[in-house]
Every structure is written in C-alpha cells, then in structure tokens.
Nanobody, 128 residues
Framework: VQVVESGGASVQAGGSLILSCTGS????????MGWFRHVPGQEREFLSF???????TYADSVKGRFTISKDNDKNTLYLQIDSLKSADTAIYYC???????????????????????WGQGTQVTVSS
C-alpha cells in the first residue's frame, strides 16, 4: 500500500489550492481516506475524512474552506483549500486505512492513530 501526495506550493493568502493523493497497492474505493497537516512544534492536525460511499467529515477549524473529494477511477484523493491563510502553512499528509466491517469504510476517523498508511507529505506555504 502506498499513498503519494502532490500539489503543495507557495501561494498568496486568499488564493486556492488543490492537493492530490494517489493510492496504489490496494482497492482505493473501499478504504477510509483522510487529510492531516503538521506544523513543526505542533501536533498533527486532522482536517477531513472521506469514506467508501463518499461520506465526509471536517474539522471545525476548516469547515467551509476545505473540501475533500475522491475519484475512485483514478485512485486519487483531493483536498481543495479556499481562502488560504498564513495559518494554513504546513506539511499536508494523506492517510489511508483499510475497512473494518463488511469490506467498506463507513465509520468516520479523525484520530491519526486510526490510519495505517501515510504519504510523505506535501508542503503548503502561504504568504500574506
């Protein structure tokens, strides 16, 4: 199982960015997928989750600005970030976890310990 993020960039505050995460080595559509971010010196922060059927959850801190989606045909997870702020500067990670019951992921997961597989991260830097 491998997940690889891309799309990180240096951008101006107020702009938008779409991060991608491509999965391989597993049945992408069945897995739980999540986005997290990490600022050095702070704990890794949950951002968003998407389940097998497209059910989504968001951290309260990013609701309304972040949008998670996926394309099962392309084995790709996305995170759109709008109205970027300097506080969004971080390394962004996607994470994957196999389904537990019935072969499909339905229960939302927001704790990083609930995810088995992680990408290497992609840097987002927002300047004001």
């Amino acid at each position: 199982v491998q997940v690889v993020e891309s799309g990180g960039a240096s951008v101006q505050a107020g702009g938008s960015l779409i991060l991608s995460c491509t999965g391989s080595g597993y049945t992408f559509s069945r897995y739980c997928m999540g986005w997290f971010r990490h600022v050095p010196g702070q704990e890794r922060e949950f951002l968003s989750f998407i389940g097998s059927t497209g059910t989504t959850t968001y951290a309260d801190s990013v609701k309304g600005r972040f949008t998670i989606s996926k394309d099962n045909d392309k084995n790709t997870l996305y995170l759109q970030i709008d109205s970027l702020k300097s506080a969004d500067t971080a390394i962004y990670y996607c994470a994957a976890d196999p389904p537990r019951l019935g072969g499909w992921c339905s229960a939302p997961r927001s704790d990083q310990t609930e995810y088995q597989y992680w990408g290497q991260g992609t840097q987002v830097t927002v300047s004001s």
